[in-house]
Every structure is written in C-alpha cells, then in structure tokens.
C-alpha cells in the first residue's frame, strides 16, 4: 500500500516537473520522451543551469570577469528581434567588451535585474543543448552616482534561446584540458517592451551599442568594432530622438524666456539710470536758479 501510493506521487511529480524518475539520470518533459528525443542528464542539468544563473547574476552585478569565466570562445549573438543585429561568429571577449560598455550595461547609472523563469531544453547532441527560457529583464537609471533619485524606469519580457556547448578549456594547473560547459550565445524571442525600457537602459539612443564586429581572415578573436549608431536599426531611435528633440526645444524656450529677462532687466536699467541723470540736471537748474 505504502509502496503504491509513493509510486503514485513519483509518477504526479515526474509529470509536473518535467523529470523523469524512470531512468533515474535524465530529465526532460514526458513530451520530450515520447517524441524520442534526447534527454539532459540531471549532472548537465545543474552544470546549465548553473550557466544561465551566472549569465544573469554577472549582467547584474557587472561583473565581467564572472561573464567571461562562462563563455565558450566564439558564441552566435542574435539580437535580430531586439534591434535587428546579429553576430553569428563573435569572440567572447568582444562580447564581454560591447556589454560592459558605457552605452550598455557598464553605465554605472544603471541598474538591472534579469528574472528566469521556466526553461525548456532541447539536446542537439552530447555537447549543444538549447534552453527556451522566459525572462524578465527590469532596468532602472539614476541621476547620478548617489543612485538616490530614480530617473527612469522600464522592463522587457521575452523568450530567450540559450546556446550552451561544451568546449575543451583548460584546467587551473594550465596543461591538461578537460570538456565543460559554457554559456555559447543567445536569441530573443518574443520581445515586449514597455515604452520607457530604452530610457531606462541607455542614454546613447539604444538598448544595445551598434558594434559591427568582423572576423579577420577567419581568425577567431582578431575582431574590429565600432559604435555604428547612424545605421543602427533599433526600434528605439525614433522615440529617443523625439524626446532629445522635444528636450532641446524647451531648452531654447526656455534660454529665450531667460534672454527676454535680461533684456527687460536693461532696459529697466537704463530707465532708471536715465531717471537719475533728469533728477541731477533738475537739481542743477534749481542751483542757477537760486
């Protein structure tokens, strides 16, 4: 009895979580089992993520170092649905290098906070798995350094494709090397973002500076970039230009108004100083007179 009702919530839990408790090494969806498709083990379960944890907890707390621990050499950046760029041959420290920019997530002004949710895996084979993941990405930016007075603020909502591959890398000692997984890219899907999310992440007019990064001669790592803003397709601009505009033109109403004071403060100067020099020629006629 006791026998049946344990196997009775095995078999309710492996159907909820996604784990596959027959096997006692492998989890997938019972959808996934039924097609036939390859399984994760439950060790490159946690090894992933494991990934995907860093991957986020490293944008937030900008720690680069973190980032690059994690990232295979070259990873596949597919930004097509965000700002309509994509690199699909990009080396890890040009990553690291266009996200910890100024005009990405290294604006000390800013603060994020990047919230996975459930996650799908699909095992291409023993060494690339693709994870489907809900997130949630919240942005915030100050007025200054203090990070007392909130400027703006805005989140994005996706579906993420993660890329994670294992690579050969070497062990700490730096002769031996081994297989281990590492975060190889990513592609958002089903975007939505609020109106004031590309406030929130940049003041340079878009969520993601406009690298355009090239591999020279097919040598991984020998990459070229530069900010490309006057060809950046991003669905911001136009709002973010709209808003510097409307900002520039209160700016002039308002060094108008401030001119106009000034005008008027002379003139009422120059009254006054005219005034003066009336009321000394009257004293002098008075004096003749007398």
Request: proline letters at 2%.
């Amino acid at each position: 009895m006791i026998l049946t009702i344990v196997s009775l919530l095995r078999n309710s839990l492996s159907g909820l979580m996604g784990l596959n408790f027959t096997s006692g090494a492998a989890i997938s969806s019972p959808i996934d089992s039924k097609n036939g498709k390859k399984q994760i083990t439950f060790e490159e379960h946690l090894a992933l993520s494991s990934l995907l944890f860093n991957w986020a907890d490293s944008y937030d707390s900008k720690d680069w170092a973190r980032l690059s621990r994690i990232l295979a050499p070259v990873l596949l950046i597919d930004y097509t649905q965000v700002s309509g760029e994509s690199y699909p041959s990009m080396a890890a420290e040009s990553f690291v290098a266009m996200v910890s920019s100024p005009g990405f997530l290294g604006d000390p002004l800013l603060k994020t906070q990047h919230l996975l949710g459930a996650c799908e895996w699909e095992k291409i084979d023993d060494n690339f798995v693709i994870a489907r993941q809900q997130l949630r990405a919240g942005h915030l930016r100050f007025e200054d350094e203090t990070h007392k007075v909130e400027k703006q603020r805005g989140h994005s909502h996706a579906t993420n494709e993660f890329y994670l591959r294992r690579v050969w890398v070497k062990d700490v000692a730096g002769d031996q090397e081994r297989l281990e997984w590492r975060w190889a890219g990513l592609k958002p899907e089903k975007v939505k973002l609020d109106p004031v999310t590309h406030l929130a992440i940049s003041s340079a007019k878009a969520v993601i500076w406009g690298f355009d990064v090239r591999v020279n001669h097919g040598k991984r790592g020998n990459f070229i970039y530069h900010r490309r803003q006057e060809n950046f397709k991003n669905i911001f601009i136009a709002d973010t230009a709209k808003e510097e505009k409307g900002e520039e033109e209160k700016g002039e109403e308002e060094k108008g108004e401030e001119e106009k004071r000034e005008e008027e403060k002379r003139e009422e100067e120059k009254r006054e100083e005219e005034k003066g020099e009336e009321e000394k020629e009257g004293d002098k006629d008075k004096k003749g007179e007398g």
